[in-house]
C-alpha cells in the first residue's frame, strides 16, 4: 500500500524493483529460467476479485500457474476468450489440473440476486448467473442471510462452471486420455482457505481440512 501521498503505481513500481532484487538475490537462476518457457501443472479459472490472487493464496511461484479471471469466474462455452485460454493450456501446455474457484463475499453473485440492473455490459456478463439464481430460486429463496445467500450461489456457479468444463471436447480428450483432473473450489477471504465442492473428476483432497 502506497504511503506519504506516493500513488499506488509508482508504490507498485518501487516494489516491483524490491521483489525482483530480492528474488534474483534468493535464486539468481530464477527469472532466467522462467524466460526459457513456461510448463504451468495448474490452469486456475477464477474472479476477477483483487482479493483473489491465486498463485499467492496456492503458496506457488510464477511459471507454476496458468490464469483466466473474469467477473464471478463464470465458464460459458460461448465465450472465445476463456475457450482459449483453456484450449492453450490443456492441449498445448498439457496441464494436469483445471481448478474453478468461487469466492465468498462475490459482487458478483451479489449483483445476480438483485433485482435491479448494474448496468453497460455486466447485466449481460452476468445473465447465466442470473439463470442459475431463477433455476434454483426455491433454495436460494429460502436462505435468509444474504451473505450466505451469495456464497450458496457462487457454489451454485461453480458447479455450474465444471459440468461446462466437463463437456468441453479438449478438457474431456485430455481427461480420457492422460488423466487431466477438473476440480471446483471456494475461497473463503475471511480465513484465506480453499475448500473443495467435490466436483468434476474423482480426486482425493485435503481442501478445507
Known sequence: MSTNGESSFTYALSSNAAWAGYKSHQNPSFF???ATGQSPTI???GCSDSRVPETTLL???PGDVF???NIANIVSPTDINSEAVIEYAVVHLKV????LCGHTSCGGAGAALGDGRVGGVLDTWLTPLKALRKKHKEELDAIADSGERALRLAEINVVAGVDTLMGNY????AVKERGLQVHGVVYDIACGKLRDLGVGTPT???LGE
Request: no cysteine; charged share 20%; glycine share 4%.
Open 170 to 173: 479438449v478438457v474431456e480428450e
Open 204 to 206: 482425493e483432497s485435503i
Open 96 to 99: 494436469k489440473h483445471i481448478v
Open 59 to 61: 503458496g506457488l511461484q
Open 43 to 45: 490452469l486456475w479459472l
Open 32 to 34: 532466467p529460467t522462467l
Open 67 to 69: 490464469v483466466h479471471r
